[in-house]
Nanobody, 126 residues
Framework: QVQLVESGGGWVQAGGSLRLSCAASGGTLSSYAVGWFRQAQGKEREFVASASWSGSTTTYSDSVKDRFTISRDNDKNMGYLQMNSLQPEDTAIYYC???????????????????WGRGTQVTVAS
């Protein structure tokens, strides 16, 4: 069983940047694709980005493409989400998730992810 813990959330003004981290334990993160999702208050959880086990294949939602960058460091059992040019509509709880190889290199649906963190709050002020 893989445990995931997110960190790096906080408050930032519009146009600012944050870097989220996802620390994995209880398993080897390199065995899984890593994904980030977010859920704004009153809305459904939505896909943000995913990276294949090697990090060579990345997938982004249209709303964050060219602003966010997903990466991973398998030696450190860590995943990251660099968020630039943040806007108020990016305000949400951000979740890290891990997807088994059964779902391929570009998982993006919540049911394609086996393990989830508890989330970290990101608030972007206008």
């Amino acid at each position: 069983q893989v445990q995931l813990v997110e960190s790096g959330g906080g408050w930032v003004q519009a146009g600012g940047s944050l870097r989220l981290s996802c620390a994995a334990s209880g398993g080897t993160l390199s065995s899984y694709a890593v994904g980030w999702f977010r859920q704004a208050q009153g809305k459904e959880r939505e896909f943000v980005a995913s990276a294949s086990w090697s990090g060579s294949t990345t997938t982004y939602s249209d709303s964050v493409k060219d602003r966010f960058t997903i990466s991973r460091d398998n030696d450190k059992n860590m995943g990251y989400l660099q968020m630039n040019s943040l806007q108020p509509e990016d305000t949400a709880i951000y979740y890290c998730a891990a997807s088994s190889p059964d779902y391929g290199l570009r998982p993006r649906r919540p049911n394609e992810f086996d393990w989830w963190g508890r989330g970290t709050q990101v608030t972007v002020a206008s």
